[in-house]
């Protein structure tokens, strides 16, 4: 690839003081310490799906729409975009003075080999590119969609928040097999990652991006608007547990956890230097995955008998107590509150639960007594409690169940395998999701049913797949809302995952800092109080 001209005289400066040895240049400098929900194993935001990955991303690399706190689109790193030829052609023009990390100029061909990326790991946007007959970059600052057809949320997908979200990056970078990770974390987001002073399992370290350029004009809402740096350097402190944590921030050793969990919000309530705040108003919505390719899951008969089993109840008490407050059931298959949701068909769910009846139906389904191997990820309070409820479920259904204890990164390396569980594969997860993530159709990645391309677990439903091509062609909101009516229902029969309830999750953050904004944890605009 050609080599651009690095920046001269003040940009030169400005890289040169990011070059500066940390022990320099952290004597002077403002620390923002924070404590992630769990420990950040994958660096490539694309590469993988979890929360904890995506949060890093935003921190370094940009995308070219955010999203409001009204789930609507405002332009990025671009100026604006015009909209031609009846809705088929689209020009995206990027704002001028855009810097990657490494000093070289934001051009159009990196955002084009970006998006490529992308969509070959998001089902929102191989969406988008079925719609696609032409991306190029018709300068360096125009990026083109030549459509087939209209596509009016073409700057939902590109801005989306659900992961995994569409990062901009060298093109030299972008250029990596979707299905590898980057070798070199280089975004031009407000932040630079410090590789050398990564220490797995512990620590991940960011500074200011001295050549990033804010967008003017707007305000500060969700990962849309101004994104103005506060502080030289941001570290993300791993913790072994939840006291270790809930103590730290207590203590003033950390400014701010991302999670406080349940058990320990009375005590962080009563802190008198803590500020307690939920940010996402959709909350986390829960779910158990089965594997389609492998027995006893692979028999619908079995997946339908299960639903008698699941108590949405107790899987929500176990993780947030009995306060009714912090959870809602019946849970669907989109996100309660948001216009897509429904109770309709969910019957299976909700009725009287009778392990004695299931336990007939799943054997008369041909249930040969099969191992399930069941994988928790044990170093995440909020999933193990959840993984202890599925556990007593499995075997009062009359499962043959194996608990397999994993931490977090080994979980999302087995659960990439399709090879039997005496192979080292897997019959069963569980994860969790922001509401967010199960607005619609459109990047609801567990409702697909597009077998082996699809999300771990590899559901297949042709109808699923009928039913969410329609929904992209409805033409208001009365009729999408009928369609994911009729994509609740078939969920059912084929039940490409279970719904386990819908709960609130609070952040938690010394009283010494301002300007933590919403929906997911965002360190722009963030400032000492």
């Given at each position: 690839m050609e080599r651009r001209t690095l920046l001269k005289g003040a940009g030169a400066a400005s890289l040169a003081t990011l070059a500066a040895p940390a022990k320099l240049r952290a004597q002077s400098m403002t620390t923002l310490r924070f404590i992630p929900q769990i420990d950040l194993v994958y660096l490539d935001p694309v590469y993988t799906t979890p929360y904890v990955s995506r949060n890093h991303g935003y921190l370094v690399f940009d995308t070219l729409y955010g999203m409001d706190s009204n789930f609507k689109m405002q332009p990025q790193m671009l100026e604006g975009h015009s909209i031609e030829n009846d809705g088929k052609l689209w020009n995206l023009t990027l704002r001028p003075g855009l810097l990657w990390h490494d000093g070289e100029k934001v051009l159009a061909r990196d955002c084009v080999a970006s998006i490529q990326r992308w969509a070959k790991r998001d089902p929102f946007g191989a969406t988008l590119m079925q719609a696609t007959d032409e991306l190029s970059a018709v300068d360096d600052r125009t990026i083109r969609f030549r459509l087939k057809y209209p596509f009016p949320l073409l700057?939902?997908?590109?801005?989306?928040?659900?992961?995994?979200?569409?990062?901009?990056?060298?093109?030299?970078?972008?250029?990596?097999?979707?299905?590898?990770?980057?070798?070199?974390?280089?975004?031009?987001?407000?932040?630079?990652?410090?590789?050398?002073?990564?220490?797995?399992?512990?620590?991940?370290?960011y500074e200011k991006f001295a050549g990033y350029k804010p967008r003017e004009g707007g305000r500060p809402d969700w990962t849309a608007g101004p994104k103005v740096v506060h502080y030289d350097r941001v570290v993300w402190n791993t913790m072994p547990d939840i006291g270790t944590a809930t103590s730290a921030l207590q203590a003033g050793e950390q400014d701010w956890m991302e999670y406080a969990y349940h058990d320990m919000l009375p005590l962080l309530r009563k802190a008198p230097n803590v500020e307690v705040k939920v940010l996402d108003p959709t909350g986390m919505v829960t779910m158990l995955r089965v594997n389609h390719l492998q027995p006893p899951f692979d028999n619908p008969a079995i997946?339908?008998?299960?639903?008698?089993a699941i108590d949405q109840t107790s899987f929500m008490e176990a993780l947030a107590g009995s306060d009714r407050s912090l959870y809602h059931v019946p849970l669907g298959f989109f996100a309660p509150g948001t216009p897509m949701a429904s109770e309709e068909g969910l019957g299976p769910l909700t009725g009287p639960r009778d392990f004695a009846k299931v336990r007939a139906e799943i054997k008369a389904a041909g249930y040969k007594g099969e191992k399930v191997v069941l994988m928790v990820p044990a170093d995440s309070p909020t999933l193990k409690s959840q993984g202890d409820v599925a556990a007593d479920m499995f075997q009062q259904a009359g499962l043959n169940v194996d608990y397999m204890a994993l931490d977090w990164g080994t979980m999302l390396t087995r659960r990439n395998r399709k090879d039997s569980a005496e192979a080292g594969g897997w019959n069963a997860f569980v994860t969790s999701w922001a509401g967010m993530d199960w607005l619609n159709p459109a990047g609801h990645i567990a409702l697909r049913g597009n077998g082996e391309a699809a999300y771990a677990g590899w559901s297949t439903s042709p109808r699923l797949e009928e039913l969410r091509s329609a929904w992209f062609r409805a033409p208001n909101e009365a009729a999408q809302k009928a369609i994911c009516v009729d994509m609740q229902k078939q969920a059912m029969i084929d039940v490409p995952y279970y719904p386990l309830g819908q709960y609130v999750q609070p952040t938690a953050y010394r009283k010494s800092i301002t300007g933590i904004g919403g929906g997911i944890p965002t360190f722009w605009n963030v400032r000492p109080a």
């Open positions: 700057p939902e997908a590109l801005g989306k928040i659900p992961s995994p979200m569409c990062a901009m990056m060298p093109e030299r970078l972008a250029q990596t097999d979707p299905f590898q990770q980057v070798r070199e974390i280089v975004g031009s987001g407000p932040f630079r990652f410090v590789p050398d002073e990564r220490v797995p399992g512990a620590r991940n370290v997946r339908r008998a299960l639903f008698g």
